[in-house]
């Protein structure tokens, strides 16, 4: 398993090279030192596959959290639901390379969840891509396998992606690389893919480390870096699975190492020169950016992260809530249905100012009242009363308001929509 935390240096033991253990010391040693060789180590997200230590996420610390990753555990997900109906012997089960050889297709429907392009990165991804375009990130070790540092922008030749990850995919039998454009339609399929090669037809899988398989030749190469890295920073892990919680301790004696963290971790906080920022990844970035005066770099930079809209839908400035949109469609409505019973009202009482003065209809306590007994001026006049107030009606509606159609209303209430006469 991993380090477990070391006792803390005593706070009366200088720091070798900072000027104090704090983050602003920390971004004067950068600036001043013109630092050039930073060493990056980040963790698992919530979804945190690293497959050799899928049970090292109970913190939920990694620098992918915030970017919504869902957790495929967790039962209040629908993932996890759609998982158990598949019955597997045990959630983790999805990421073990011998019952991926029977049954893949459980990968495959949580792959269609959570495939790059689906998150945008945090800021925290972002910071690292920064550093690297000031020239100053050496590499950057993740345990990811989220592809979120290659959307932020980070180059592929400064990643070491210990535990694989979406980019890449392969046979797992005769190893040919399956074409991306075919890789991302068929897991958007939620289908399993085969290899492309003529009479092989093998599982192709994604270049993640699963249970039962080694750690990529690629971390083992560069696995020495650490020891020659002039500042360390380690984010978002629980440094609880070797061999990627033995990369800090590599670093040498002197060189400052940064911990931005919920919890401690492994021997961080044992040196001099290490300085913790305990707390929220995203947050803890935004501290050190700012104590090197790169936060609105860092904020615009993350700003172009942004999903870019749909082709042809015109995104909304300030998009209203559901509850917003509701109000001000009662609101519409409402001041029609004022304006309608308005004119209904100058309407009753000039028909019946008019059948005053022309047949001595009045308006009593019992309602409407007639000063002639004969029943056929009574009819006559109740003939009168239509004719003008068909008349009346159509000119005021014409002059005054306009009836909105019931096509217009559809979108609010579908079942006014008028039947057809056919």
């Known amino acids: 398993m991993g380090q477990e935390a070391s006792s803390l240096v005593d706070e009366d033991i200088p720091p070798q090279t900072l000027d104090a253990r704090s983050v602003e010391a920390v971004a004067d040693f950068i600036i001043e030192a013109k630092v050039e060789k930073i060493v990056v180590m980040v963790g698992y997200s919530t979804f945190g596959v690293g497959f050799r230590a899928l049970t090292d996420q109970q913190t939920g610390a990694g620098i992918s959290t915030s970017a919504g990753i869902p957790d495929f555990r967790s039962p209040d997900t629908g993932l996890y639901a759609n998982l158990a109906r598949l019955d597997l012997p045990h959630p983790e089960a999805v990421f073990d390379i011998s019952f991926f050889r029977k049954n893949p297709l459980p990968f495959y429907m949580l792959a269609n969840e959570l495939y790059p392009g689906k998150y945008r990165p945090t800021i925290a991804h972002c910071f690292i891509r920064l550093l690297s375009d000031k020239g100053m990130l050496l590499k950057l070790f993740t345990q990811n396998i989220d592809c979120l540092e290659r959307e932020a922008g980070v180059p592929d030749d400064k990643i070491v992606e210990a535990h694989g990850s979406f980019a890449r995919q392969r046979c797992i039998e005769c190893k040919t690389v399956y074409p991306d454009d075919l ?16 009479q092989c037809n093998g599982l192709v899988k994604p270049d993640i480390v699963f249970f039962g398989e080694q750690l ?68 803890g970035v935004r501290r050190l950016a700012s ?39 009662v609101a519409k409505i409402t001041d029609e249905i004022e304006k309608s019973l308005n004119i209904s009202a100058n309407h009753t009482a000039w028909v019946k100012q008019s059948l005053s003065k022309e047949y001595g209809i009045t308006e009593s306590s019992g309602g409407a009242q007639h000063t002639h007994d004969n029943d056929k001026d009574l009819a006559t006049a109740t003939e009168r009363y239509e004719e003008l107030s068909n008349k009346h009606s159509s000119s005021t509606a014409n002059a005054q308001f306009e009836k909105p159609s019931i096509t217009e209303l559809q979108h609010v209430f579908p079942h006014m929509m008028e039947k057809s006469t056919l």
């Open 183 to 198: 890789m991302r339609l068929t897991v958007e399929k939620a289908e399993v893919p085969y290899c492309i090669t003529p």
């Open 216 to 283: 990529p030749e690629d971390f083992f190469r560069n696995h020495s870096l650490p020891s020659t890295a002039d500042l360390c920073i380690v984010m978002g892990t629980s440094l609880s699975v070797q061999p990627f919680a033995s990369l800090p301790g590599l670093a040498a004696e002197g060189v400052p190492r940064i911990l931005i963290n919920k919890e401690l971790v492994g021997d961080l906080g044992s040196r001099a020169d290490d300085v913790l920022i305990i707390g929220d990844c995203d947050e």
């Open 291 to 329: 104590a090197l005066g790169w936060l609105d770099e860092l904020e615009a930079l993350w700003t172009t992260t942004q999903p870019v809209p749909v082709k042809g839908k015109q995104e909304p400035i300030n998009e209203k809530t559901k509850d917003e949109i509701v109000a001000d469609e």
